[in-house]
T-cell receptor, first 115, second 110 residues
Framework: EPEVTQTPSHQVTQMGQEVILRCVPISNHLYFYWYRQILGQKVEFLVSFYNNEISEKSEIFDDQFSVERPDGSNFTLKIRSTKLEDSAMYFC?????????????FGEGSWLTVV | QKEVEQNSGPLSVPEGAIASLNCTYSDRGSQSFFWYRQYSGKSPELIMSIYSNGDKEDGRFTAQLNKASQYVSLLIRDSQPSDSATYLCAHGGGNNRLAFGKGNQVVVIP
């Protein structure tokens, strides 16, 4: 069964450092997303991406965050200068279309710890 | 602000019993609703989607949607220990942006 894959599964970084989280969406999917979940809290939408540009972003997705699709398979989330409060599980997701109701498939997540 | 509320605390049910989970949402314009299951430390896994008022059944799961009351529920029949997880209610908006509730933990007691 096709799946969304994410690397690394766990990363520890020092405050102020840059972090890049990588994702390979399902191959025939066109819409890509990043969500995050702080420990014990709800899953929160960060950004959606289609046709090589951001289609929507939340208030969480400020200037320290960026996304990129550098080649035909990878989708990355960059956090420029990490803060302690960025510690969370980051989920990449993809869907075949962007219409409301289309199934979104989540990767297993990248657990980011900022120290 | 699209809010999804799941206010019940952890739910303990005996194996074989029915688990009932409830969710309310604030966005009257929402058209799509989902229940995800999340095991500890794992990613959300879609178990049910529902778009129309009424009931939708899939195996041991039944989702119920009432748009007038802004209410969606999930029933798990014949609960199994493998159903022990956190169940996340979510609704979809434009660009397939999902708004999640905080989740309800279900513990199935053998």
């Amino acid at each position: 069964e096709p799946e969304v894959t994410q690397t690394p599964s766990h990363q520890v970084t020092q405050m102020g450092q840059e972090v890049i989280l990588r994702c390979v969406p399902i191959s025939n999917h066109l819409y890509f997303y990043w969500y995050r979940q702080i420990l014990g809290q709800k899953v929160e939408f960060l950004v959606s991406f289609y046709n090589n540009e951001i289609s929507e972003k939340s208030e969480i997705f400020d200037d320290q965050f960026s996304v990129e699709r550098p080649d035909g398979s990878n989708f990355t989330l960059k956090i420029r200068s990490t803060k302690l409060e960025d510690s969370a599980m980051y989920f990449c997701a993809s869907s075949a279309s962007g219409s409301s109701g289309n199934t979104i498939y989540f990767g297993e997540g990248s657990w980011l710890t900022v120290v | 602000q699209k809010e999804v509320e799941q206010n019940s605390g952890p739910l303990s049910v005996p194996e074989g019993a029915i688990a009932s989970l409830n969710c309310t949402y604030s966005d009257r314009g929402s058209q799509s609703f989902f229940w995800y299951r999340q095991y500890s430390g794992k990613s959300p896994e879609l178990i049910m989607s529902i778009y129309s008022n009424g009931d939708k059944e899939d195996g041991r799961f039944t989702a119920q949607l009432n748009k007038a009351s802004q209410y969606v529920s999930l029933l798990i029949r014949d609960s199994q220990p493998s159903d022990s997880a956190t169940y996340l209610c979510a609704h979809g908006g434009g660009n397939n942006r999902l708004a999640f509730g905080k989740g309800n933990q279900v513990v199935v007691i053998p």
